[in-house]
Nanobody, 112 residues
């Protein structure tokens, strides 16, 4: 079992920045990929960014050039710059893909 705890959400004005952090515990040796998903009100959860064990990264088109995912041993981070109101959502940390482990979520609100 892997447990994930996110931190770093909050309220920011459009154009601002936030950095999300996620710390993993438990069977962390089994983690190959870590990443972030988000869910806006009334919408389905969607992929944001991921980083695998060898440092390979992938991003949703909507955040390319603005968000950066990074990893440090058993933690994963999401640096979010040039935030837009449409980035408002609950952001979830993930380890191991859709069928893997999930954090409890952290709210990000971007005001216009």
């Amino acid at each position: 079992q892997v447990q994930l705890v996110e931190s770093g959400g909050g309220l920011v004005q459009a154009g601002g920045s936030l950095r999300l952090s996620c710390a993993a515990s438990g069977r962390t040796f089994s983690i190959k990929t870590m990443g972030w998903y988000r869910q806006a009100p009334g919408k389905e959860r969607e992929f944001v960014a991921a980083i695998n064990w060898n440092g390979g990264k992938s991003y949703a088109d909507s955040v390319k050039g603005r968000f950066t995912v990074s990893r440090d041993n058993i933690s994963v981070y999401l640096q979010m710059n040039s935030l837009k109101p449409e980035d408002t959502a609950i952001y979830y940390c993930n380890a191991g893909g859709i069928s893997g482990a999930w954090g409890q979520g952290t709210q990000v609100t971007v005001s216009s």
